[in-house]
């Protein structure tokens, strides 16, 4: 999976730009993701860093901890458990998953919740096409089972020739045309 770390480094980086830049005001603001505001966000997106660095590293499921304004630093960490020889092989004894699996699950998280932050925040998002084209694809054949599981909402209605990024925005349960 050697073509996935540099799709999960930029959508990091990215991601960890847009964090950077929140104001503090703005923790209260309502997001894309209706289970949180901003704050609430970025707490998840810490604690994903935290769990896939975990992952990663063939170690335990953690628990979302509370909000540590570290998020670019966790993620850090995480990439740098994936580039590990070995971090792709097999699956994982915390999640029972194939690693290359929870490595799509990772690049999906920062890619929609990037979009998530920039909306909220009113910050220019723009996700790579490669890293659209990947999470599109995976939360194709996983959309079932991820709405089973809550982690993907209701289908959001979108013209069949829009644009890669805003049909991954419908099939996981969010309208491409959100404002706050």
Same mark, same amino acid.
């Given at each position: 999976?050697? %073509? /996935? =770390?540099?799709? /999960?480094?930029?959508?990091?980086?990215?991601?960890?730009?847009?964090?950077?830049?929140?104001?503090?005001?703005? $923790?209260?603001?309502?997001?894309? *993701?209706?289970? $949180?505001?901003? !704050? %609430?966000?970025?707490?998840?997106?810490?604690?994903?860093? +935290?769990?896939?660095?975990?992952?990663? *590293?063939?170690? &335990?499921?953690?628990?979302?901890?509370?909000?540590?304004?570290?998020? @670019?630093?966790?993620?850090?960490?995480?990439?740098?458990?994936?580039?590990?020889?070995?971090?792709? +092989?097999?699956?994982? @004894?915390?999640?029972?998953? &194939? =690693?290359?699996?929870?490595?799509? =699950?990772?690049?999906? %998280?920062?890619?929609?919740? !990037?979009?998530?932050?920039?909306?909220?925040? !009113?910050?220019?998002? +723009?996700p790579e096409p490669g890293?659209?084209?990947?999470?599109?694809?995976?939360?194709?054949? /996983?959309?079932?089972?991820?709405?089973?599981? !809550?982690? $993907?909402?209701p289908p959001v209605a979108?013209?069949?020739?829009?644009?890669? $990024?805003?049909?991954?925005?419908g099939v996981i349960g969010? %309208?491409?045309?959100?404002?706050?």
């Amino acid at each position: 999976m050697n %073509d /996935m =770390m540099p799709l /999960m480094a930029r959508a990091t980086e990215r991601t960890s730009e847009l964090v950077r830049a929140v104001r503090q005001e703005q $923790f209260g603001s309502p997001t894309p *993701c209706a289970e $949180f505001d901003v !704050g %609430d966000l970025i707490n998840h997106l810490e604690w994903v860093a +935290e769990l896939f660095e975990s992952l990663g *590293c063939k170690g &335990p499921y953690v628990e979302q901890g509370p909000y540590a304004g570290d998020f @670019p630093e966790r993620a850090r960490r995480t990439l740098a458990a994936w580039s590990r020889p070995g971090a792709w +092989e097999g699956t994982s @004894p915390a999640m029972g998953l &194939p =690693m290359s699996t929870l490595a799509h =699950m990772y690049l999906v %998280d920062l890619v929609v919740h !990037g979009w998530d932050l920039a909306r909220a925040t !009113g910050q220019r998002y +723009e996700p790579e096409p490669g890293a659209v084209w990947r999470a599109l694809d995976f939360t194709g054949r /996983m959309v079932q089972t991820g709405r089973q599981r !809550g982690v $993907f909402g209701p289908p959001v209605a979108v013209p069949a020739d829009a644009p890669e $990024f805003d049909r991954l925005l419908g099939v996981i349960g969010r %309208d491409p045309s959100w404002t706050s």
